[in-house]
């Protein structure tokens, strides 16, 4: 069975660190691009950042570059998202996904469940 859990979630202050991890089981995650996807409540999910299979080029959203690093374990079948800098606008349920590269939800077929990130004082 293919699935994505995504997990390292939690309540944060603002400037502190997070990272998340998306585990692949059922299926090799290095032959798919993996792309991260937030959603804010009232808000439409947005790409976060992505790694393509391939070159492992890294694409990151405007608003969390310098901040958000992807990367990938192939040893362990897993991407993680390491974010740093944390602000109350990151705030949102954090998904991983596995498809081809790109920022459009189209372009992924599988989809974790989520965690929720809070940055909170």
């Known amino acids: 069975q293919v699935q994505l859990v995504e997990s390292g979630g939690g309540l944060v202050q603002p400037g502190g660190s997070l990272r998340l991890s998306c585990a692949g089981s059922?299926?090799?995650?290095?032959?798919?691009?993996i792309g991260w996807f937030r959603q804010a409540p009232g808000k439409e999910r947005e790409g976060v950042s992505c790694?393509?299979?391939?070159?492992?080029?890294?694409y990151y959203a405007d608003s969390v570059k310098g901040r958000f690093t992807i990367s990938r374990d192939n040893t362990k079948n897993t991407v993680y998202l390491q974010m740093n800098s944390l602000k109350p606008d990151d705030t949102a349920e954090y998904y991983c996904?596995?498809?081809?590269?790109?920022?459009?939800?189209?372009?992924?077929?599988?989809w974790g469940q989520g965690t929720q990130v809070t940055v909170s004082s």
């Open positions: 996904a596995a498809g081809a590269m790109g920022t459009e939800e189209g372009n992924y077929g599988a």
């Open positions: 059922g299926f090799t995650l290095d032959y798919y691009a």
């Open positions: 790694i393509s299979s391939s070159d492992g080029s890294e």
